[in-house]
Nanobody, 124 residues
Framework: QVQLVESGGGLVQAGGSLRLSCAAS????????MGWFRQAPGKEREFVAA????????YYADSVKGRFTISRDNAKNTAYLQMNSLKPEDTAVYYC?????????????????WGQGTQVTVSS
């Protein structure tokens, strides 16, 4: 069993930045791929970014490439999502997730555990 707790969401103006954190319980963090998803009101949950166990490989949705950066600190059992140049269309609940398989497969939504989500609101 893995528990994921997100933090760092909030209200920010367009063009601003936020950093989300995802703290994971358990001893298996370094053996798991980590990822972020988001769900805007009235829309389906969508993939945002994923990172491999070692942090070597990262994957991003086209809509966030060049603006968002995913990273992880295996010593702290924590994954991060640095979000820069935020736009109103980035407004959503952001979810942390983990996969015992590959980070690549997280792009298809393949995940074992999910966090409860944190709200990000970008005002224009």
């Amino acid at each position: 069993q893995v528990q994921l707790v997100e933090s760092g969401g909030g209200l920010v103006q367009a063009g601003g930045s936020l950093r989300l954190s995802c703290a994971a319980s358990g001893r298996t963090f370094s053996s798991r791929a980590m990822g972020w998803f988001r769900q805007a009101p009235g829309k389906e949950r969508e993939f945002v970014a994923a990172i491999s166990r070692s942090g070597t490989n990262t994957y991003y949705a086209d809509s966030v490439k060049g603006r968002f950066t995913i990273s992880r600190d295996n010593a702290k059992n924590t994954a991060y999502l640095q979000m820069n140049s935020l736009k109103p269309e980035d407004t959503a609940v952001y979810y942390c997730a983990t996969n015992s398989g590959s980070a690549y497969d997280m792009q298809k939504g393949t995940c074992d555990y999910w966090g409860q989500g944190t709200q990000v609101t970008v005002s224009s």
